[in-house]
Structure formats: C-alpha cells, structure tokens
C-alpha cells in the first residue's frame, strides 16, 4: 500500500549550488520556478537541504575554493541521486578552459548524469534535462532494489574449511567454478 | 475580503500563465541564436573560423582517409562541440562564404548522458591539434 | 568565560544565489562584529586577458564576469578601446546602446524587489513579479537573440538591425509593465505586514554613506545625489529625458522606493528612443592596434563601473584593470548590520543587491 518506489519518480526535490558562476544559468533556473515555465507541477520544490534532495543541479566551472563544498555536498546527498550539469561552463569549461583557478568542468570530481548546454540555457532546456535525469532516476531506483549475495561459498584446503576470503564486494559477481 | 473575492472568482476564468511545456512545444523565432551548422562542399579551408572562436570550440584535426574537395590540401577534417560553443556567432561572420559553407540555424542543441564522453573526447582532439602545428 | 558566539551565513545557504560567506559575533541575537569572505569566484580573467585572447575577442569574455550586467561591461571595454583607435561610430548605433542597457536596468531591478520580497517570507509577491518580468525577457529575446547574455556590441557598432515590425510589440509589452509597476509601488507602501519587516531596519545615514563611499542605489535612498549618466557625454542620455531619483529615508523601503522610480523613469526612456531613432548606418568598419592608456566609466544597474585598459602596439593587450561596484560598497555593507538582529540578516543583504561574481573576477 506505502510503495515508496513510484511516490519517489512524482516528487523529486531539488538542491541547486553555485560553484563559481557568472550567475546567468542561476537566473535561468529561477524562472524556471516562476509561472510562465513551471517547474513545480513535476512536483519539484527548491530546499537548501543537502539530505532532503534527490537531484543537484550545479552551475558554473569548478574554483579552486569551491571545490571541497562540492564534493562535501555530493557525499551528504542519500542514494539514489542525479547530478544535473546546467550550463556550457558546467559541462566542459566554456571561455574559463585556460585560467588558472579554474578545473575543467565537474566531471573532473564528481560523476555527472545529464549535461545541459547553452550560454546561458533557456527554461526549456532546463526542463527538458529535468525529464531526463527522473527516467535515469527510476532507473536506478529499481537497480538498487536487485538482491546481491554477501558470502562466498566457503573454500576447503585439505580437507579444512577456509572462511577467511568469503566476504564479496558490492556488486562483485559470485565467481562459480 | 469582499475584493479578494470578487478578485478570485474573476480569477477563476482567465487564461492561465503557464505554458505546459513538454507537451505543447513552443516556436521560436527566426532569428534565434541557435546551433552553427557545415556544408562540407563549399568550404575552402581558410581555418578563419577557427582563429575568430574565443573558446576555441571549432577544431580542424588531420585525419587518415579525408574529403575529396581540392582545396582540402592538407588532409584536415571539421569538429564541432556544441557543449563548448557560446552561440555568439563569430564564426559566421569571420567566414567568406556565410550563407553556403557555415550558418547559424535557429534549432537548440541536444541534452547528453553520462556515455556521450562529452568533456574526455575532446581533449584527445586538442592533443592531436597541438601536434599538428 | 566567552559571552559572544560565531554564527556563519555560509557559502551555501537557500537564500544566497552566490557563494559568499559573513561570521557574524553575536551576543545574544544581536550582531556586534562582521567579517565578510568574498573570493569564491574568483577565476582570474584579468590575466587572460593579456596572455589568451587578442583584443576584438575580449568582448565575449568579458560579458561573462557577471551575468546581470553583462552587457555594461561588454560596452565599457569597447567605449575606452574605441576611444584608444580614434573611431567614430553612428547616432544610430549610440541610441540603440542605450536602449539595451535600460532593458537590462529593468530586468535587473526587478528580481532584486521580488528577491527582497521572498526574503522578508512574502513568496506571492515573488511569483507575481516573476511572471511579469517574462514580458521584458521576450523583448530581450526578439531583439538580440538570447534571453540573457547578449553578444550585441563589437567593436565599430552593434551587430543587428532592429526590424520595424518588431517595434509595435515592443511597445505593447512595454506598456503593459508599465501598469503592474504602478500597482507595485501602491502595494509597496502601503501593507501593513511589509512595513514591520521594511521600515526602519538596515538603516544607513547621509553622513556615514559619505564616508564610506557607498555608490549606487545604497547611496541615493539616503540622499547622497550621485550618478555617472549626468557626468559623462560620450552617450547622449539628457536628450531622452533622464532624471536623477533620491530619497531621504536610508532604510530597506527606501532602496525599494528608489528602484521602482528608476524603473518607470528607465521605460519613458526607452519608449522616447523607439519613437524617435534616427536612419542610418549600425556598423563601420575600424582598422588599427591599440596603443597608449585609456580609462573609462558608466553606470551598471548597482553602481558605478570603470575599466583602464594599456596597449603597446600588437593584437594581445598589455593590462586590462576591472573595478566594480559591489567592491566598493563592502565597508558600508559592514557598517550597516551592526546592532541589528540576526534573523534580519538575510534580508537586509538581499536589499544590498550584491553580485559576487563581478567583486571577485
């Protein structure tokens, strides 16, 4: 009755970091909130809560300085997560790609699903990167619900019982033979 | 409270504001900034777009088999990142021959996934455009 | 035993659009010490630009310091390199830059109120003055090309025409902000919740504002009368009707007051422009390298903006120096929240209208 499961994919909460923008796709994405293009009818809300959010939307090529926030960020987020790349300058560096405080863009640090790009992106393309990042959330909402073994079948060498390298990673296919 | 009222049931049959936007596409205007699009057979190979781009998102890298165009002395090949480009237009207007080798079309570009390898591909372009100079 | 503590409004925060971090030192909810931290930003542009780029591509880097006074600072590098080349450029091309920077004042001004407004807790107002801030981003759009971000200005004249079927549009969205603004300005003096939050609080005198040297809308609510379109002449702005705007007062409702007279005063302007623009030419051509100093200064939507620029003869340039006008205003923004509340904090600096992004460049 309670399925968590499908409430997940009809409201997915936004947290939104600038990591050293010019502020153009910060704009963007506030009126993408405002009623002409309504972002609110996907059943999304703007917290500033890192552990109340499912999609992190980041601008801006990453500073020297702002990058122990990012990553400090991305770890408090609970799994499943998406990660949104709004803008030219979050994608790869846009006119930032030489100076010498900047990274080249944030799949650099942490992982990135849905590139967004423009200078600076327009509503539309916003929204259409928000549709996206919720089928690669359903997505791994339901690989994250795959039962996986946790031990080994026990070795024996000469006739003793080894349980020493029973334990198997995460994911770790159980290598029969 | 009476105003709010008669403010609200007024309310209630206007047009509303928002435009639903994945369902109802919306038209954009001739003259909208959008992706630089190539024809390959016009071009004479006079690398200016590539001096004018200021992030340096147009690339010409030498590759094995090229065109077959006789001004392509060189062996040289077009590459264009549209997740790199600010759609400002420099190009178009640095080249000879605007309307039939480069233009700028009024179409937005695509969104990309993880697998697209939009950021690690190009460095190994750079590379290979660095070796040729 | 310590009786203050050490509350930060830190670099992340829900009502911060920009990494910016203050440490307050409160005693008992009331704030005695301030220290701000700007420089997350920080990206190093005016390096690349003497090393990166040659000189007639710096006007598409330069607009991207900031977002919201992108096209003030495009302008300023081309005015002080124009000036440097000893090029002439048409009354056509002039009227039309100062059409483009009074549709970014408006724009620019009115997410400031309906960001103040969401700020003090009144999230209606902030929808509604969203909604009718699109009319004004569609003229953007129909105009130049883009929403924001604008790549309108070279080095010579703009780069497109204005077509006379578009001109009636303008005008009618044009006339239809000017409407909802006055609604606005009855709205803004008259609730009797907004006033608790507004009146009286984060207020600066004429005296302090004069020492400090705070510059733009912050100065002229408290009386201070300067401006830099009534002291410069490269652009022909008292032949459009412009007038200054001040008031008395020095506390949040007064900034509010001071913008929203801005706003009408920046649409009369622009309707004065459409119906009076003269024939001609938008663009000539210049040849040449820049050589020599050149220094050169307007009025962005918070202040005052100035560039100094240094050629020796050859495409890459030799210094290019930015100041903007957050940058000034830091010590008057640390005067103004001492002996106030904590829980005001938020709002009052959501009524400075700070943009990190141009101080730390």
Not at chain 2, 61 to 70: A, L, W
Request: a neutral charge; hydrophobic letters at 35%.
């Amino acid at each position: 009755m309670f399925d968590l499961k499908k409430y997940r994919k009809k409201s997915p909460w936004i947290l939104h970091y600038n990591a050293g923008s010019c502020n153009g796709c910060d704009i963007e994405i506030l009126a993408c909130l405002s009623p002409k293009y309504d972002l609110e009818r996907f059943g999304v809300i703007n917290t500033g809560n890192p552990k109340q959010s499912d999609i992190f939307l980041v601008t801006g090529p990453v500073t020297f300085r702002t990058r122990e926030r990012l990553v400090e960020l991305y770890t408090q987020m609970p799994e499943p997560k998406v990660v949104i790349a709004v803008g030219s300058c979050a994608c790869t560096g846009c006119v930032f790609r030489d100076m010498y405080n900047v990274e080249v863009g944030i799949d650099r640090y942490i992982p990135v699903d849905v590139y967004v790009p423009g200078c600076a992106s327009s509503p539309e393309l916003i929204i259409d990167g928000v549709v996206k990042g919720l089928e690669i959330l359903e997505q791994k909402t339901k690989e994250m619900e795959k039962p996986f073994k946790l031990f080994k079948e026990a070795t024996t060498d000469d006739g003793i019982v080894n349980r020493r390298h029973s334990a198997l990673k995460v994911g770790e296919d159980d290598a029969k033979d | 409270m009476f105003t709010s009222f008669i403010k609200a049931l007024a309310n209630l049959f206007k047009k509303p504001q928002t435009i639903d936007y994945p369902v109802t596409p919306i038209a954009k205007d001739k003259e909208y900034r959008g992706l630089i699009e190539y024809g390959e057979e016009s071009c004479i190979y006079c690398l200016k777009c590539e001096h004018a781009c200021p992030p340096g998102a147009i690339l010409f890298v030498p590759v094995e088999n090229p065109s077959t165009n006789e001004k392509n002395k060189k062996g040289l090949a077009y590459n264009y990142n549209p997740y790199l480009c600010i759609y400002c237009g420099e190009c178009v207007r640095a080249c000879p021959k605007p309307e039939e080798a480069l233009w700028q079309s009024n179409k937005k570009p695509d969104v990309a996934v993880k697998s697209d390898n939009v950021n690690s591909g190009w460095f190994e372009l750079e590379k290979q455009h660095k070796e040729q100079l | 035993m310590k009786k203050t503590i050490n509350i930060p409004l830190g670099s992340q925060h829900i009502s911060l659009l920009e990494p910016v971090r203050f440490k307050f030192e409160c005693e008992n909810e009331k704030i005695i010490g301030v220290d701000a931290d700007v420089g997350f930003v920080h990206r190093g542009v005016e390096k690349a630009c003497t090393t990166s780029f040659k000189f007639d591509a710096i006007g598409y880097v330069v607009a991207r310091v900031c977002g919201l006074c992108a096209i003030t600072h495009s302008l300023t590098y081309t005015a002080a390199v124009e000036k440097l080349l000893g090029a002439q450029i048409t009354s056509k091309a002039k009227y039309l830059r100062i059409l483009l920077l009074e549709l970014d004042r408006i724009h620019s001004h009115m997410l400031c109120l309906s960001h103040t407004c969401e700020n003090a807790g009144f999230e209606a107002m902030f929808m509604r003055i969203m909604g009718d801030r699109e009319h004004i981003m569609e003229i953007q759009e129909l105009i130049t090309g883009n929403r924001v971000q604008f790549d309108y200005i070279s080095i010579g004249g703009v780069n497109r025409d204005l077509a006379p079927e578009s001109v009636q549009k303008i005008k009618e969205n044009l006339y239809i902000v000017k409407q909802k603004v006055q609604g606005y300005m009855d709205e803004f003096t008259n609730n009797w919740s907004l006033s608790l939050k507004f009146k009286g609080i984060g207020m600066l005198s004429l005296d302090d504002a004069y020492m400090y040297n705070a510059i733009g809308p912050l100065a002229r609510a408290s009386g201070l009368r300067i401006d830099v379109r009534n002291e410069i002449d490269y652009l022909p702005y008292h032949e459009v009707g412009y007038k200054m705007q001040t008031h008395t007062d020095g506390d949040i409702n007064a900034r509010n007051l001071v913008r929203l007279a801005e706003l009408v005063n920046s649409i009369e302007m622009c309707e004065n422009i459409l119906n009076g623009l003269p024939e001609g030419d938008i663009f000539t051509k210049i040849k040449g390298k820049p050589q020599g100093e050149a220094l050169m200064r307007f009025e962005a939507p918070r202040g005052e903006l100035m560039y100094y620029i240094k050629g020796n003869g050859s495409a890459m340039l030799e210094r290019v120096r930015i100041k903007t006008p957050t940058f000034s205003c830091i010590p008057a923004f640390s005067h103004i929240f001492l002996g106030g509340d904590y829980a005001d904090a938020p709002a009052v600096l959501a009524s400075f209208d700070p943009c990190m992004s141009c101080t730390a460049k």
